[in-house]
């Protein structure tokens, strides 16, 4: 059973860029969520995705937006990058199951020059 | 609105020395607590989920427990490789999310 991955590892960009995150679910898990996790504080809620459509969404600007794929990996784009952007930005999956757990990768660095 | 806080901030042992984390939370309509491990620059590492007042978790060194308003991680004798952010979420009834505290950074000393 291999577990959550993401791509890149790290990534430098400059204000005003566009990003792209990408996130492949744990094997037999359906919904991905995607976490921004700035430095010392607690990962935050962005949004979640199932069956390819948003299913909840945190205080985020439009600007984040996400898609998910049939084979239940996902993107993160973020749009006119700010520096408050620099974070550690996690994707979580889980089954269907209603009380089954998050299980997370090991994130992508984003810093924003 | 949801709310956890966990404290304290950080914690230095010595090592075997136990101690507790504490968690707080105000939610309405709780689906589950949840605590995470996590090591400088990686995803959280998934260690127990709660669901209802009373309900106790072990695994090696690591005991959570949870009452109506709080929850605790207790480390009995722990050892350098405890040394770790551990980070407190909850669930409430509606939804899938996750709401985070800013976590405990535990420091063991050999």
């Known amino acids: 059973e291999t577990g959550v991955t993401q791509s890149p590892t790290h990534l430098i960009k400059t204000r005003g860029q566009q990003v792209t995150l990408r996130c492949s679910s744990q094997?037999?898990?359906?919904?991905v969520s995607w976490y921004q996790q700035a430095l010392g504080q607690g990962p935050q809620f962005i949004f979640q995705y199932y069956r390819e459509e948003e299913n909840g969404r945190g205080n985020f600007p439009p600007r984040f937006s996400g898609l998910q794929f049939p084979n239940y990996s996902s993107e993160l784009n973020v749009n006119a990058l700010e520096l408050d952007d620099s974070a550690l930005y996690l994707c979580?999956?889980?089954?269907?199951?209603?009380?089954?757990?998050?299980?997370f990768g090991p994130g992508t660095r984003l810093t924003v020059l | 609105e949801d709310q956890v806080t966990q404290s304290p901030e950080a914690l230095r042992l010595q090592e075997g020395e136990s101690s507790s984390l504490n968690c707080s939370y105000t939610v309405s309509g709780l689906r589950g607590l949840f605590w995470y491990r996590q090591d400088p620059g990686k995803g959280p590492e998934f260690l127990f989920t709660l669901y209802s007042a009373g309900e106790e978790k072990e695994k090696e060194r690591l005991k959570a427990t949870l009452t109506k308003k709080e929850s605790f991680l207790h480390i009995t004798a722990p050892k350098p490789e405890d040394s770790a952010t551990y980070l407190c979420?909850?669930?409430?009834?509606?939804?899938?999310?996750?709401?985070f505290g800013t976590g405990t950074r535990l420091a063991v000393r050999p």
């Open positions: 979580a999956s889980k089954d269907t199951s209603g009380d089954s757990e998050q299980f």
């Open positions: 094997s037999g898990h359906n919904t």
């Open positions: 979420a909850v669930r409430k009834s509606s939804g899938d999310k996750l709401t």
